[in-house]
Structures are given as structure tokens and as C-alpha cells.
């Protein structure tokens, strides 16, 4: 996967939101990375996942606070829940 993506997750496991609760948050974190991993590896092929995958690096490299970034993940991963439920 992606540096920019990896570090995001990171800063998220490192949050202390994350370490609060760390099974449920954890546990959602954890989902969502293996889910961007699959779009990852869809992006090889095809450009239209290519173009989802830009769109998430843009987001978490942005100068934003965490959840600012984590809040505008949510209209692209619901685009890519639609893709991938379609093919």
C-alpha cells in the first residue's frame, strides 16, 4: 500500500482516541486498511480505481486535524463500497 495511506493509519492507531478504546476503534481501523488495500491492488487495474485511490492519497496527506481527514474518507469509501458491489 501506498507510504502516504500507511502513515495515516498510523496517526490514527496512534490517536488516543484509538488507545482509548482500542478494540472497537482497532477493530475499524483494521477493516477499513484491509479494505484499502484490496482498492489498492484494483487500481493496478483499472484507471477508474486508480482515480479513487488518488482521491484518498489527496485526503490523508492533506494539512488537516485527523478527524477532519477521516470525515472526508467517508463520501470516497462509500464510492468504493458502490464499485465494488458491482463488480
Given at each position: 500500500?501506498?507510504?502516504?495511506?500507511?502513515?495515516?493509519?498510523?496517526?490514527?492507531?496512534?490517536?488516543?482516541?484509538?488507545?482509548?478504546?482500542?478494540?472497537?476503534?482497532?477493530?475499524m481501523?483494521?477493516?477499513?486498511?484491509?479494505?484499502?488495500?484490496?482498492?489498492?491492488?484494483?487500481?493496478?487495474?483499472?484507471?477508474?480505481?486508480?482515480?479513487?485511490?488518488?482521491?484518498?492519497?489527496?485526503?490523508?496527506?492533506?494539512?488537516?486535524?485527523?478527524?477532519?481527514?477521516?470525515?472526508?474518507l467517508?463520501?470516497?469509501?462509500?464510492?468504493?463500497?458502490?464499485?465494488?458491489?458491482?463488480?
Amino acid at each position: 500500500m501506498d507510504a502516504d495511506v500507511e502513515r495515516f493509519f498510523e496517526e490514527c492507531r496512534a490517536d488516543p482516541r484509538y488507545r482509548q478504546q482500542p478494540e472497537v476503534i482497532g477493530a475499524m481501523i483494521d477493516k477499513i486498511e484491509e479494505r484499502f488495500e484490496k482498492f489498492y491492488l484494483a487500481g493496478d487495474e483499472s484507471a477508474s480505481w486508480q482515480d479513487i485511490w488518488d482521491r484518498i492519497r489527496e485526503v490523508v496527506t492533506r494539512k488537516e486535524p485527523l478527524m477532519e481527514r477521516a470525515k472526508a474518507l467517508t463520501s470516497v469509501l462509500e464510492e468504493m463500497q458502490t464499485r465494488g458491489a458491482r463488480g
